[in-house]
């Protein structure tokens, strides 16, 4: 799969709603419920992140869910790439960028969100092809201000800015034409999922697929 086909697939992806739930899964019983409650509240590409031993089974959990969209992210190696398209992520998201994980995603046939911070590695990943990429740390890189003034030189690349953001400043960012979609936990905080409350869940998932975007 080329950088081209991938991007292509994650502007696919990034349209189905404002947000991706960012998700980190401990207790993979909780994985199905959840899921459910995030897609039946219009929220349907759910990125389950590696940072848990209960990552990958609960991608394969949540991809049997009708209406998901699963993907993986925090990918940081071509061994996670391996893994998580094994274990049925359709797509990924990580970071930043390598040269092999790049090829490992090209590799498997997994189309990636890879990750920037700055106008030098937004280019550097436009010139390999990807013209749909993170950015990330979002909020610590500046903000939705930085967003906009990279997307001035650069407005052939779009974005998916993670990391900080939730109810407060969701808006500063999807107003900004170099933005499709955001990610966020803010939709499934622990205590919710802890005390398995999906009907509260889905209440914010719909609030969030509610969100007014400008692309």
């Known amino acids: 799969m080329t950088p081209a ?9 990034c349209a189905l709603a404002p947000v991706i739930p ?17 897609v039946a509240g219009g929220l349907p590409a759910l990125e389950i992140t590696l940072r848990t031993p209960a990552a990958l089974d609960a991608i394969s959990a949540m991809a049997e869910v009708p209406g998901g969209v699963v993907g993986a992210g925090t990918l ?3 061994a996670d790439v391996k ?4 274990a049925g992520a359709t797509f990924g998201v990580s970071p930043g960028a390598t040269d092999r994980l790049l090829d490992a995603c090209a590799e498997e046939g997994l189309p990636l969100l890879p990750g ?15 013209t749909v990429q993170k950015f990330f740390p979002a909020e610590a890189s500046g903000g939705a201000p930085v967003l906009a003034a990279i ?12 990391g900080g ?6 808006d500063a960012y999807l107003k900004l034409a170099n933005v499709s979609c955001v ?29 007014k975007r400008a692309r």
Request: hydrophobic share 50%.
């Open 5 to 13: 086909e991938q991007s292509r697939r994650a502007a696919e992806i």
């Open 22 to 38: 960012v998700l980190v899964i401990d207790d993979v019983a909780k994985a199905a419920p959840l899921a459910k409650a995030l």
């Open 76 to 78: 940081l190696t071509p």
């Open 83 to 86: 893994a998580a398209k094994r």
């Open 116 to 130: 920037a911070a700055t106008a030098t590695e937004v280019m550097t990943l436009l010139e390999r092809g990807y």
């Open 151 to 162: 997307g001035a030189p650069i407005p052939q690349v779009t974005f998916c800015p993670t």
């Open 165 to 170: 953001i939730g109810p407060a400043n969701v």
């Open 183 to 211: 990610g966020g936990s803010w939709v499934a905080p622990k205590d919710k999922v802890a005390a398995e409350d999906w009907a509260g869940i889905e209440a914010l998932a719909r609030t969030a697929s509610e969100l």
